[in-house]
């Protein structure tokens, strides 16, 4: 997803409901996933280290902030 989308426009979410071990569960495969992809892209050349925390952040947390006025 990340390839193809904007890095201004995905929204994390677990999908979890009822259980709180499902949140953390999903927080902490995204976490894995993220970590993996970036770390990848680094690998093979695509971005540097610091090119990896704009999109890490805007995902994570920053696209979230905008539309639900969090600050």
């Known amino acids: 997803m990340l390839e193809v989308a ?3 426009k995905p929204l994390f979410s677990t999908d979890a ?3 709180p071990q499902l949140f953390l569960v ?3 495969r995204f976490r894995h996933g993220l ?3 970036l770390a ?7 971005c540097s280290g610091p ?3 704009g999109p890490a952040h805007l ?8 539309p639900y006025g969090l600050r």
């Not at 990848?40 to 695509?46: I, R």
């Not at 995902?59 to 905008?66: C, D, I, K, W």
């Open 17 to 19: 409901y009822e259980l």
């Open 6 to 8: 904007p890095f201004g």
């Open 35 to 37: 970590g993996t992809l």
């Open 40 to 46: 990848d892209w680094q690998a093979d050349g695509a």
């Open 59 to 66: 995902v994570a947390a920053g696209n979230a902030r905008r």
């Open 26 to 28: 999903g927080a902490a």
């Open 51 to 53: 090119d990896t925390r």
